[in-house]
């Protein structure tokens, strides 16, 4: 059940005017694509407000003004500059902040001129990611729903999708990858990672990779959370350079097809029937995800 709040635009507004009065004049848009976790709002044309969209998200606020100044020299492309945390007030119940607007699109394929070039530019920048020192990052965990942690934490919630779906998917071979997937760790330091590396997080101007957004869900740990994308977005040569060029173990490749199984298969099994447009493309990520088990084991 989507438990998310809604907000007008007079709310941030009045949010902005009380607690950021050298911003109050400033128009206040919705945005088009604002993303799940997140409600987010033009503030003028160079600044953006984003207020998260349930409690659960509430923790990311904070971590986010914290970590992002410190990323942000280490990294190869843009990602949010953070220019005010606002607290709760106007009947809103959460902390919330401002930044600075990243111009770019949301990396659809249409907007992509080279997919394999595109791998290539976000492979570059998570080798970059996983380079900054993450010694005092924050450990993987409830803030960031488990991404560089233990996969195991989903298993249950998997094999009861798995037992959902057993009439239309191949039960046998999806068992296979998912025990694949739990069948190592990462036993290198704790690296940092995105954790939610997708389509609406990386932006797009003139058919290239041009900034990184939402790192609500970082957090350090192990990387293969942040290949999903190889399956959600990119073709077959793509897919391969960006193997490639990350230059991570079989292993961790394991487990980031268990990170996308996981959420291939509960997405299909909470929507196949109310939304099964959604579920058709989910089917297009297993579809991937089998034909790599199959190729690189």
């Not at 914290?66 to 492309?77: E, I």
């Not at 803030?143 to 998917?169: K, M, P």
């Amino acid at each position: 059940m989507d438990t998310r709040i809604k907000l007008d635009v007079a709310v941030v507004q009045r949010l902005v005017a009380t607690q950021f009065p050298q911003w109050a004049g400033l128009p206040v848009q919705a945005v088009a694509e604002g993303g799940w976790n997140n409600l987010t709002f033009h503030l003028g044309t160079a600044m953006s407000v984003r207020l998260p969209s349930a409690e659960r998200y509430v923790a990311q606020v904070e971590k986010e003004v914290r970590w992002l100044p410190v990323l942000a020299p280490q990294l190869p492309l843009p990602v949010p500059t953070p220019l005010g945390l606002g607290q709760p007030g106007e009947g809103y119940p959460w902390p919330w902040s401002v930044y600075g607007w990243i111009e770019g699109e949301t990396a659809k394929p249409s907007r992509i001129a080279d997919l394999t070039g595109f791998a290539l530019d976000l492979a570059d920048f998570l080798n970059a990611l996983r380079a900054i020192d993450a010694a005092d990052g924050p450990v993987a965990g409830l803030h960031n729903f488990h991404r560089g942690g233990d996969l195991q934490v989903y298993d249950a919630e998997t094999r009861d999708a798995i037992e959902i779906l057993s009439d239309e998917i191949d039960v046998m071979r999806i068992t296979s990858i998912w025990d694949a997937a739990l069948g190592s760790r990462w036993t290198d330091a704790p690296v940092w990672v995105h954790g939610d590396v997708t389509q609406g997080n990386l932006l797009v101007q003139k058919g290239k990779l041009s900034a990184v957004i939402d790192f609500g869900t970082c957090g350090t740990g192990d990387p293969a959370c942040d290949l999903a994308i190889a399956w959600t977005l990119l073709d077959q040569p793509a897919r391969e350079a960006f193997r490639n060029r990350v230059g991570l173990d079989a292993d961790t490749w394991r487990r980031a097809r268990g990170w996308c199984l996981w959420k291939a298969l509960i997405v299909i099994a909470a929507e196949h029937d109310a939304h099964p447009a959604i579920a058709d493309r989910h089917r297009v990520w297993i579809e991937k995800i089998v034909a790599d088990h199959l190729e690189h084991g």
